[in-house]
């Protein structure tokens, strides 16, 4: 839980350092700007993929199949999204890697790897009807 606090306190101070460092460079306009712009992408992606995602977590359900990878790939779409829509860069540029497709492939292994062991402690429970 501490962890959690401490990753939160530390990304809203890298985000306001960001915030000014960005606004002295570029100006204050055009940092809003992207910052609006942003959060407009971020949405957009929302609704386009995640249906998207959603419907393939259907399709490998209907054919039988777990649907896992389908799971974490809507899982990452939806995070990626999300930290689109939140206003910061640092935010913008992890959302942007989830939602990329290649940079999105580097973190799946490491998703596997947190399910794999929080299965292990029995933190996470796989139910089979």
């Known amino acids: 839980m501490r962890a959690i606090l401490f990753t939160f306190i530390a990304s809203v101070f890298a985000e ?3 915030f000014i460092l960005v606004g002295n460079a ?3 306009m055009p940092t ?6 942003s ?3 971020g949405i957009g992606i929302a609704k386009k ?3 998207k ?9 209907a054919q039988g199949q777990p649907p ?13 999204a999300v930290l689109l829509i939140i206003p910061g860069f640092l935010t913008s540029i992890i959302g942007l890697m989830m ?12 998703i596997f790897m947190w399910l794999r062991k929080k299965m292990k402690k029995g933190q996470v429970i796989i139910v089979q009807k």
């Open 16 to 18: 306001i350092a960001l």
């Open 26 to 28: 570029i100006g204050v």
């Open 32 to 37: 809003l700007l992207f910052i609006i712009i």
């Open 39 to 41: 959060g407009a992408l």
């Open 49 to 51: 993929y995640g249906v």
């Open 53 to 61: 995602s959603f419907q393939a977590i259907q399709t490998k359900i």
């Open 68 to 80: 896992g990878v389908a799971l974490i790939e809507a899982f990452m779409i939806f995070v990626g």
């Open 99 to 110: 939602l990329t497709s290649f940079t999105r492939n580097l973190f799946k292994p490491l």
